[in-house]
């Protein structure tokens, strides 16, 4: 089945400062890979997503990238704010199976 | 629409108690998944259904655990018999047909304390 590692586990930038999350997975039979943002009491909250067919996708101060021949995929955020401290997930879509994984904690000092 | 709804929120149990959980999907949305998520990891797929019809179940969904969606649109997932180990958030999300696996929204969650 679908693995997915994520790293680093914990992330601190300065507010304005560009943060990176990167993910591997396993299955190169996977080809759907969305960012989930979950704050404190809430369920993840999707974000961004992209399909193999796409190399990087973009949406404002966010964008991911994929790799799909070494099988990574990360996620960028620019200018960073403190409303984006949370933990992010990312996730690769196996069958109907999204498997995530283990999270990555981003705090945005002010 | 105000998104997927789970209730309760929170639920206190013991030991070998009973409990159920119920989700009420984005109206519109045929597929409806529950998930488990414990401290620190992201969440673990459970079970998927599309409309009625329960479609996938994990390995991780024992013979305690079941779901229904009797009508296609509200689900209910009911833990029998709790054990300590079963503490956890319990997720639902929804998504539209045409998405296939993709473009889950999900639930707030039921957060599980088994004492």
């Known amino acids: 089945g679908e693995n997915v590692e994520q790293h680093p586990s914990t992330l601190s930038v300065q507010e304005g400062d560009s943060a990176v999350i990167k993910c591997t997975y396993s299955?190169?039979?996977?080809?759907?890979f969305p960012w989930y943002k979950q704050e404190l009491g809430k369920g993840p909250q999707l974000i961004i997503d992209?399909?193999?067919?796409?190399g990087e996708k973009k949406d404002q101060r966010i964008a991911v990238t994929l790799n799909k021949t070494a099988k990574h995929f990360s996620l960028h955020i620019t200018e960073t704010q403190p409303e984006d401290s949370a933990v992010y997930f990312c996730a690769a879509l196996w069958g109907n199976d999204m498997r995530f994984g283990a999270g990555t904690r981003l705090t945005v000092k002010p | 629409d105000t998104g997927v709804s789970q209730n309760p929120r929170h639920k206190i149990t013991k030991r070998g108690q009973n409990v159920t959980f119920r989700c009420d999907p984005i109206?519109?949305?045929?597929?409806l998944y529950w998930y488990r998520q414990t401290l620190g990891q992201g969440p673990e797929f459970l079970t998927y259904?599309?409309?009625?019809?329960?479609l996938e179940k994990s390995r991780l969904l024992s013979d305690r655990f079941s779901a229904e969606r009797p009508k296609g649109s509200f689900s209910t997932l009911e833990i029998q018999r709790t054990e300590q180990g079963d503490s956890a958030m319990y997720l639902c999300?929804?998504?539209?047909?045409w998405g296939g696996g993709e473009k889950l929204f999900f639930g707030s969650g039921t957060q599980l304390s088994v004492l």
């Open positions: 992209i399909r193999s067919n796409v």
């Open positions: 259904f599309q409309n009625e019809a329960q």
């Open positions: 109206s519109e949305h045929n597929r």
């Open positions: 999300a929804s998504g539209p047909l």
């Open positions: 299955d190169s039979a996977s080809n759907y």
